[in-house]
């Protein structure tokens, strides 16, 4: 079986090992890189399943990068900083992080948020196959969903969604007219206990709505939190 593959983009060589030697003792396929340009030339030639990302490269904003995979890749994030602030941790998490490591950091915390991530991923790609299963996409209106392909279009033309504004969706989606809160979408779609407010939430669903010309289907239960309509043919 194919070990799962992990992408770490750190300028701090030490770092780097320490992260590389911590995850290949836990059966995972590493591949290290100082710097951001030869880190986003390795995903098209590595293939990571999960990307471990320094905030602060020489070459480019850890931030730059996290918007870029996301445009391109359904890879999850992990974000490794110096940076403490809760604000960092939210802008970090609105580019598109799936988590968020701050230094000086413990390995064994390390290898479980990888895990967490991966399962919950895993537990996204599953609830996909099954609202879909016996048919290759999902229609409603004028949106088309391929879940095997994570592929979002809109009358005929593909909507560049991030992984968790797929994952969202497809939470939303799966469960109509089901009432979320946004903490429920956090330990849901993020898969971990959040540390701060949840603005992020209220932030992909803005992105969505708009995104998809939504604001009819995801509707927000004020007080609460937010829910898709009930489709009906």
């Known amino acids: 079986m194919n070990r799962i593959k992990i992408l770490i983009i750190e300028d701090d060589e030490a770092i780097a090992d320490l992260l590389s030697y911590g995850l290949k003792m836990e059966g995972f396929e590493t591949l290290t890189t100082t710097s951001g340009a ?10 990571p399943d999960l990307l471990l990302l320094d905030w ?8 730059d990068i996290c918007k870029k995979v996301n445009a391109n ?9 110096a ?3 809760i604000t960092d941790k939210v ?6 992080a799936d988590d968020y490591i701050t230094k000086p950091f413990d390995l064994r915390e390390v290898v479980a948020r990888t895990r967490t ?3 919950r991923l895993d537990q996204a790609n599953n609830l996909s196959d099954r609202e879909s299963a016996g048919e290759d996409e999902i229609r409603f209106k004028n949106i088309k969903i391929v879940p095997q392909e994570r592929l979002v279009m809109k009358d ?19 469960h109509q007219a089901k009432i979320f809160t946004r903490s429920e979408l956090l330990d849901i779609v993020w898969g971990y206990g959040f540390a701060g407010d949840t603005r992020t939430v209220d932030t992909h669903i803005q992105r969505l709505r708009k995104k998809l010309d939504a604001g009819d289907m995801i ?11 009930k489709q009906v043919e």
Do not use: A
Not at 73 to 81: E, G, H
Not at 219 to 229: D, R
């Open 56 to 63: 602060m490269l020489p070459d480019y904003s850890g931030l």
């Open 156 to 174: 005929g033309i593909i909507v560049d969604l991030t992984p968790k504004e797929f994952d969202l969706l497809m939470t939303l989606f799966g």
């Open 219 to 229: 509707t927000t239960v004020f007080g609460i939190g937010y829910k898709f309509e």
């Open 73 to 81: 890749y359904n890879i999850p994030i992990i974000m490794i900083t």
């Open 117 to 119: 991530i991966l399962r």
């Open 38 to 47: 030869v880190g986003m030339s390795e995903l098209e030639h590595f293939k």
């Open 91 to 96: 802008l970090g998490l609105e580019f598109g």
């Open 83 to 85: 940076k403490s602030d």
